[in-house]
């Protein structure tokens, strides 16, 4: 019986499937950094000036790039960056940190501050196409450019891997700030490559994110999905840039179940509000204000349109209920009700770093 270890929250879960039952399983590639490419490449930045280091989410490249900055300050004799980060995951990332580090709660909406550096891992975003710090950005400070962002959208299903006009929009909110980005691209072995620049011009990585993460494959009657990561798991509206990234290759009629433990809950208030009967499909076709996670609820209800999804994690029952979504309280459960629903042959193809590929 082949052992797959799927990423569940900080832990990983394994997945019991018979050989018979496998299709495939399909994980993320391409040439990882080792530290002295890491410590080359940092030296671009300017150690002479105050640096604010705003860790945009946590994870392990995060903290690699954090800890390869710390030891080049250390080795040049320069004081270490400010580090500042969301309250939501401000223990997680203080945790990962290297000693002698201080961290603050970035609560600041005024970001025109040039000493603040943001760094993020670069994704795959249904809306934007990737997710970049341009697009972070956007999302957390530019509610009336995300409407816009929103409306100039392709269409009612997740494009991602693709240009959409909206990602100009994020382009042009961060235009209007004198910031920089460290912009990570990452697969479950390490740090494939990142660049230092503003963040509208570290946009151009995603061409490097294609070659390492685009994958193509046959159509798949049922799969299993995992983010790759806690940090893109945290919330059912985040994990959600996996199951957008798997879905073109889902058959009509199948299945798709994704694992993600989110437990900082729905993550968007578009959604919180659907549940809570607040806010109706219709609304989400021409909205007059933008809501977030509002291109989340719009994706799911169409996609849905084509197959089933089944969510293993944390999320109340309830909540998947109004979602039309089957909720399986673990993982042993989603083999039991593929084989159960589908048949004791069926081949299952299974995705562990869903975040961070893109299947065609």
Same mark, same amino acid.
């Given at each position: ?40 490449k940092?030296? =671009? ?5 105050p ?5 945009? *989410? ?8 954090? =800890? ?15 580090? !500042?980060?969301?309250?939501k ?32 891992? /670069? ?8 997710e ?13 450019? /995300? ?15 693709? @240009? ?13 700030f ?19 620049? *503003? ?11 294609e070659?390492?993460?685009i994958?193509? +494959?046959?159509?798949?009657?049922? /799969? ?7 940090? =893109? ?16 290759v +889902? ?38 204000? @933008?809501?977030?996670? /509002?291109?989340?609820l ?20 309830f ?7 089957? =909720? ?8 039991? @009700?593929? !084989? ?21």
């Amino acid at each position: 019986m082949p052992e797959i270890w799927l990423n569940y929250g900080i832990t990983d879960v394994v997945l019991d499937i018979k050989a018979e039952n496998l299709e495939q399983k399909i994980d993320s590639d391409g040439k990882i950094l080792n530290d002295q490419e890491i410590d080359e490449k940092l030296q =671009s930045l300017d150690l002479s000036k105050p640096m604010e280091l705003v860790v945009l *989410h946590n994870s392990k490249s995060v903290q690699k790039i954090i =800890s390869s900055l710390f030891t080049l300050c250390e080795q040049k004799s320069k004081p270490f960056p400010k580090i !500042l980060t969301d309250k939501k995951i401000l223990n997680l990332v203080k945790a990962g940190l290297p000693e002698g580090s201080s961290i603050n709660e970035f609560d600041d909406i005024d970001i025109s501050n040039s000493n603040l550096v943001f760094i993020g891992e /670069m994704e795959f975003d249904g809306l934007f196409g990737y997710e970049t710090i341009s697009t972070r950005l956007i999302k957390k400070f530019g509610t009336d450019s /995300m409407l816009s962002a929103y409306a100039k959208r392709n269409g009612n299903l997740p494009l991602p891997g693709q @240009y959409p006009e909206s990602l100009e929009e994020s382009k042009k909110f961060t235009d209007n700030f004198e910031i920089q980005g460290i912009e990570i691209i990452a697969n479950s072995e390490g740090i494939v490559d990142f660049t230092i620049d *503003h963040p509208s011009k570290t946009i151009s990585t995603t061409k490097f994110l294609e070659n390492n993460s685009i994958k193509e +494959i046959d159509q798949q009657k049922t /799969m299993i999905i995992s983010t790759g990561k806690d940090a =893109s798991n945290n919330t059912f509206s985040k994990s959600l840039s996996s199951l957008w990234n798997c879905s073109n290759v +889902i058959k009509n009629d199948g299945l798709a179940i994704l694992v993600a433990e989110c437990k900082s809950g729905l993550g968007s208030d578009a959604i919180q509000q659907f549940i809570e009967g607040r806010l109706s499909l219709e609304q989400l076709r021409n909205p007059t204000k @933008y809501i977030s996670g /509002m291109e989340d609820l719009l994706f799911l209800s169409e996609i849905q349109k084509k197959f089933q999804i089944g969510l293993v994690s944390v999320l109340p029952e309830f909540y998947a209920k109004k979602l039309e979504i089957i =909720s399986l309280p673990g993982i042993k459960n989603s083999m039991d @009700y593929v !084989l159960k629903t589908q048949g004791i042959r069926q081949k299952v193809t299974v995705v562990t770093d869903g975040a961070r590929l893109l299947l065609r």
